[in-house]
T-cell receptor, first 119, second 115 residues
């Protein structure tokens, strides 16, 4: 079974509007972390936001917020007030287990969602 | 500035040749990772290393080899045994003994094309 599922292969969004990118995950480990990365056409991966499984509040970083619904195993990314520079691929990723344990910090990635912001 | 340097950015090789991709970091991170990305897809883990002289296979290690002789360096060799080596390769690092988010920092990637 897929551990990270991103069901939207691509989306258009109007500049200045908000957009929600879906991510569902599958793990039996009570301790995990969820990440969102942005990949512009240049290829580098840019970290956007993080949510720990024990975090009580939804994470926010500037225009990015994470809608964490633990019971539904979803971690959707919301980008508010979209800008042309937000056009990119967006990846949801998960770390299973405690980061300080021997398993390290390896991440499992979803297939990504391509966002195109229209002026 | 601290970061991860991958080289070369673009690489063309003939089928059957081994290729080594370089990854160097000056972030003083303990852990390093290699991921592969195929067009329109997510990243898949090839190998990772939590400490010098130690590394573990990821999900798609067949046809690849790595070494970790120095903390700063984690080169990846794509061998002739790799059936479909044409891909975008991303190196990353993290402070393995950290807490909380322990974010992976990525290099700019190396695009390998086998002719």
């Amino acid at each position: 079974a897929q551990k990270i599922t991103q069901t939207q292969p691509g989306m258009f969004v109007q500049e200045k509007e908000a957009v929600t990118l879906d991510c569902t995950y599958d793990t039996s480990d009570p301790s995990y972390g969820l990440f969102w990365y942005k990949q512009p056409s240049s290829g580098e991966m840019i970290f956007l936001i993080y949510q720990g499984s024990y975090d009580q509040q939804n994470a926010t970083e500037g225009r990015y917020s994470l809608n964490f619904q633990k019971a539904r195993k979803s971690a959707n990314l919301v980008i508010s007030a979209s800008q042309l520079g937000d056009s990119a691929m967006y990846f949801c990723a998960m770390r299973e287990g405690e980061v300080i344990k021997a398993a390290g910090n390896k991440l499992t990635f979803g297939g990504g969602t391509r966002v195109l912001v229209k002026p | 500035d601290g970061g991860i340097t991958q080289s070369p950015k673009y690489l063309f090789r003939k089928e059957g040749q081994n290729v080594t991709l370089s990854c160097e970091q000056n972030l003083n991170h303990d852990a390093m990772y290699w991921y592969r990305q195929d067009p329109g897809q997510g990243l898949r883990l090839i190998y990772y290393s939590q400490i010098v002289n130690d590394f573990q296979k990821g999900d798609i290690a067949e046809g690849y080899s790595v070494s970790r002789e120095k903390k700063e360096s984690f080169p990846l060799t794509v061998t002739s045994a790799q059936k479909n080596p044409t891909a975008f390769y991303l190196c990353a690092s993290s402070p393995h003994r950290g807490t909380g988010a322990n974010v992976l920092t990525f290099g700019a990637g190396s695009r390998l094309t086998v002719l």
